[in-house]
């Protein structure tokens, strides 16, 4: 009976190449993230950072509502007050919770962003990148004009701004604050987030210097990997809780997966919390 024998053999290739296919991908899935640099395609849709490094790299690597092991007192000449890496704040201060965007202005997600959290009255924080701003200084009066309020994110995403001199880190901090108030004379830059999480001593001295506080997260839904609004949602709620400051990114790659989830989750925080942009008023 070739033709049945036949028929046998192909099932079994296929069932052979199904399950080849789901060990690639569980392989693939397994894998640690490739450095930053390493995981870029690039698109028409502006610049793309990579994201977080390696959680070796850094002690700001991993997100942790408890003080870094690496934050020894010794080892940081500034304690911001934060209980995050070398004193980076991670929480709210009190049972608000802040939503942070990341990465921009992009022409493309911003105003998405921006649409749905205007749909649901809800005001956030905004993290943005020196260039992007210059770029798009419209989306930053927007930000601005809509009630939400913004952090420095450097000026074009160096995850090793913090290995550099003091000169030089303050030197791009500065240009970033300039861009930002280029565009939005009436802007107040109470914070710095640090791209990738990647705090040092010499990034802390430098916002002590210029009067921002550093801010970090306690929810990390890693969206910038794209992993998809299902995954991202669930990242979120498992993560979430009184106080917390949520990472994403409307920026840096395809945020589709960012702004389904937000549809999805912002009525849901709305019932559980309540929302806050990180204040910026007089302390
Ligand atoms: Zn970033």
Same mark, same amino acid.
Request: hydrophobic share 40%.
């Given at each position: 009976?070739?033709?049945?024998?036949?028929?046998?053999?192909?099932?079994?290739?296929?069932?052979?190449?199904?399950?080849?296919?789901?060990?690639?991908?569980?392989?693939?899935?397994?894998?640690?993230?490739?450095?930053?640099?390493?995981?870029?395609?690039?698109?028409?849709?502006?610049?793309?950072? &990579?994201?977080?490094?390696?959680?070796?790299?850094?002690?700001?690597?991993?997100?942790?509502?408890?003080?870094?092991?690496?934050?020894?007192?010794?080892?940081?000449?500034?304690?911001?007050?934060?209980?995050?890496?070398?004193?980076?704040?991670?929480?709210?201060?009190?049972?608000?919770?802040?939503?942070?965007?990341?990465?921009?202005?992009?022409?493309?997600?911003?105003?998405?962003?921006?649409?749905?959290?205007?749909?649901?009255?809800?005001?956030?924080?905004?993290?943005?990148?020196?260039?992007?701003?210059?770029?798009?200084?419209?989306?930053?009066?927007?930000?601005?004009?809509?009630?939400?309020?913004?952090?420095?994110?450097?000026?074009?995403?160096?995850?090793?701004?913090?290995? /550099?001199?003091?000169?030089?880190?303050?030197?791009?901090?500065?240009?970033?604050?300039?861009?930002?108030?280029?565009?939005?004379?009436?802007? /107040?830059?109470?914070?710095?987030?640090?791209? &990738?999480?990647?705090?040092?001593?010499?990034?802390?001295?430098?916002?002590?210097?210029?009067?921002?506080?550093?801010?970090?997260?306690?929810?990390?839904?890693?969206?910038?990997?794209?992993?998809?609004?299902?995954?991202?949602?669930?990242?979120? /709620?498992?993560?979430?809780?009184?106080?917390?400051?949520?990472?994403?990114?409307?920026?840096?790659?395809?945020?589709?997966?960012?702004?389904?989830?937000?549809?999805?989750?912002?009525?849901?925080?709305?019932?559980?919390?309540?929302?806050?942009?990180?204040?910026? &008023?007089?302390?």
């Amino acid at each position: 009976m070739r033709g049945s024998t036949l028929r046998a053999a192909g099932l079994v290739t296929v069932v052979l190449a199904g399950l080849l296919g789901s060990a690639f991908a569980l392989g693939r899935s397994l894998m640690p993230d490739p450095h930053p640099s390493a995981a870029g395609v690039a698109t028409t849709l502006g610049p793309r950072y &990579g994201e977080q490094p390696p959680s070796t790299d850094f002690p700001g690597g991993t997100a942790s509502a408890r003080p870094s092991p690496d934050a020894a007192p010794d080892a940081a000449p500034v304690k911001p007050g934060g209980d995050g890496p070398y004193g980076a704040l991670v929480a709210t201060g009190s049972s608000r919770v802040a939503l942070t965007f990341d990465d921009g202005p992009d022409p493309r997600w911003t105003p998405q962003v921006l649409a749905l959290l205007a749909q649901y009255g809800v005001r956030a924080t905004f993290c943005v990148v020196g260039e992007n701003v210059e770029a798009h200084p419209d989306l930053v009066r927007s930000i601005v004009a809509e009630g939400h309020t913004l952090c420095n994110h450097s000026w074009n995403h160096d995850i090793n701004l913090g290995k /550099r001199s003091p000169a030089t880190i303050r030197a791009d901090l500065l240009r970033t604050n300039d861009a930002i108030l280029a565009a939005a004379p009436d802007a /107040r830059i109470a914070y710095y987030r640090q791209p &990738g999480g990647a705090w040092t001593p010499s990034v802390m001295s430098a916002c002590a210097d210029l009067n921002l506080t550093p801010v970090h997260w306690s929810v990390d839904p890693s969206d910038w990997k794209a992993p998809g609004a299902t995954t991202i949602e669930a990242m979120v /709620r498992s993560q979430m809780g009184p106080g917390a400051i949520v990472l994403m990114h409307d920026a840096g790659g395809d945020r589709s997966g960012t702004v389904t989830a937000l549809q999805q989750l912002l009525p849901e925080l709305l019932a559980r919390f309540e929302l806050e942009p990180l204040p910026v &008023g007089s302390p």
